[in-house]
């Protein structure tokens, strides 16, 4: 199986499950595991957010947000070389990563189906419940039900 992860988080719970070799692609927000640096990146931004002052980077976000204009750039390209059958993004918050209308839209460049997973945890029990839904989607069932066990512990 191939997968895109579009959100940090979902980047972490991919290699918890041990799926970090069937990882082809990740944000550029992605930045944890380490070895995720390796990993092909298919989105960008038009500002680097180290550079620009908390002021700058606040009226760009809201001049865009204001425009209806995306945020994230999804380089389609890259997405079509990672040729991935399993997406996760999200639909929370349109500032924090690709949208899931987003991704949907720039999937239509590749040749048949894929899933595309829309993770939307607003409190703990949600985020152990998308561990769980990242490990069915990928047959890894038993280990993200192990893994939530632990972190419950």
Avoid at 17 to 35: F, I, K, Q, R, T
Avoid at 59 to 87: C, E, F, M, R
Avoid at 122 to 139: F, H, P, R, Y
Wanted: glycine fraction near 6%.
């Amino acid at each position: 199986m191939r997968i895109v992860s579009l959100l940090p988080s979902s980047t972490e719970i991919v290699y918890e499950l041990g799926l970090g070799a069937n990882l082809v692609g990740v944000s550029h927000d992605c930045d944890y595991p380490p070895e995720v640096k390796n990993k092909m990146c298919l989105t960008s931004i038009d500002i680097d957010p180290t550079k620009a002052s908390s002021s700058a980077l606040n009226d760009w976000v809201a001049g865009k947000v204001h425009t209806g204009t995306s945020i994230y750039h999804i380089d389609q390209d890259a997405l079509k070389k990672a040729n991935p059958d399993l997406i996760l993004t999200q639909e929370l918050c349109e500032v924090c990563a690709p949208s899931f209308t987003e991704v949907k839209s720039a999937c239509k460049i590749l040749d048949g189906d894929r899933k595309i997973i829309s993770l939307e945890p607003t409190n703990l029990e949600q985020i152990l419940d998308s561990i769980l839904i990242v490990g069915k989607a990928t047959g890894k069932e038993e280990k993200a039900e192990q893994l939530v066990s632990s972190l419950r512990g």
